[in-house]
């Protein structure tokens, strides 16, 4: 059996170490017992880590899906926790099995980029006020106002409060990754910066006594387990219920597959396998909901800090399982010496290094429109949540998309030379477009030499096709003649037709 590399040793626990709250307080905002967070974790390493179709991916409960489970415990129970994440999961192994994944590839790299700064801000926002061992207040927007009054509480009065310790630790958290990312030495270059940073926020934190939060562990995870009853499998008779798993299963599918696209983005590694990772995601909620855990998909908090800890393979994403595990399970009182305003310092860090101003001077170069498409995303996610701001930048990129589609310019020229009128067409010729393209045919005067020129058009339908044909044979019935039409190869029944007319043309020259 092949070893792991010590850049995934050393990465895998980094994201351990990002993991570990995240579990914890994802399953505090979906109304659940943070220990089923954890087994969650605990899987998404052991279980999704090894079948990954996206190596470098990290999957685990994710703040995504923390208001879905919300509802979904508050309409069927705690209880019924485990069979719907386990029906949903049974949906997304189909799903992967029928090589439904890959169509998540067609997004656009404006929505992509946008989700991943609108998560980087989210991030910042909210782990800057953890950082300082304070609650966030609120959602993105209001995480973002209040930062400037949660620095001046920090630091006035200058007395050195839980608040400003806590800030310290955080600042030489910090300080730390980005010192050691800029001037390690090339032999130290696979120890991460992240795992600097934390190892000197916990010495300082642990040396000086500081009063600060401290990572929580519970003491047991047998006694958490939530495995579903035989009152629970009643429910499989309601459709609501079915309802309710598809919802999630594809909530979990889309936010899980546009992660590893993100991921993608952020290394030149393995690409995904779509299929294999909406499968392995599958799998991973069936062994969720037979432990009664939360569900899993991919994150991009944990996956970003895979990459930037240096991961080159799935070991990485395995392990950090595997040490959530050990840890709980051997040393749960070791996690509590580790300080929380360091860990949050990593998020901050991580937030602030997704946010990329330099992807807007790069979509740019296609068009202000996908500009505006990155906005939308980012500021959606931002004010309203992570799947709204996705969909509407989905939405808005299909938008564009349909509006291209239909553009259609039709320009009439004269030509001195030839006395000819040139007929130019520019865009996309379909049936949305005929009526335009009618107004200015049936414009031309009767009587002349008609030139059509396609070279910039970049698509013709049926219904422009037949439209044209008629005009033209229409315009030459008054006298007119129209050259450049038809193009045979532009359609098969005007190929057909070509066909038809060459051998007319051979018949008549044989006689």
Known sequence: MQLPPARDLL??????????????????????????????????????????????QVSGPAAGLAVIVWELIQQWGIGALGLVVGLAGLMQLVAGLSKLGRLFRAVSPAVIHGMLAGIGVLIFGSQFHVMLDQAPPGNGLANLVAIPGALMDAAIPPDFSQHQQAALVGLVTIVAIVAWTALRPKRLKAVPGALIGVGLGTLLAVGLGLE?????????????LNTPTLETFGLLGQPAFWGSAAALAAVASAEGLLCATATDQLHDGVRTDYDRELAAQGLGNLVCGA???????????RSSANVDAGATTRWSATLHGAWLLGLIVLLPGLLGLIPVASLAAVLVYIGFRLVKP?????????????VG?????VGTIVAVDLLTGVLVGVGLAVARLVWQTARLEVTVTEDKETDELVVALDG????????????????????????VELHD???????????????????????????????????????????????????EAAK
């Open 373 to 377: 498409i990155y906005a939308a995303t």
């Open 11 to 56: 990465a895998s626990f980094v994201v351990f170490l990002v993991a570990l709250p995240l579990c914890m307080g994802v399953a505090i905002a979906s109304g659940a017992p943070p220990a089923l967070g954890l087994l969650t974790g605990i899987v998404a390493g052991l279980v999704v880590g090894v079948a990954a179709g996206s190596p470098l």
């Open 291 to 301: 432990l009664g855990a939360l569900p899993l998909t991919g994150v991009i908090v």
């Open 212 to 224: 600060v939060s401290y990572v929580s562990v519970p003491d047991s995870l047998s006694g958490a």
């Open 358 to 370: 330099a992807q807007i001077a790069e979509l740019k170069r296609f068009g202000l429109g996908e």
């Open 457 to 507: 058009l970049q698509h013709l339908d049926h219904a422009s096709i037949d439209l044209i044909e008629r005009w033209a044979d229409q315009y030459a019935r008054r006298g007119g003649d129209v050259h450049g039409w038809p193009v045979p190869h532009l359609h098969p029944a005007l190929e057909a037709k070509a066909d038809d007319d060459t051998d007319d043309t051979d018949a």
């Open 428 to 451: 996309n010729a379909s049936f949305v477009t005929l009526p335009n393209l009618a107004e200015a045919l049936e414009a031309l005067p009767p009587g002349r030499v008609v030139r």
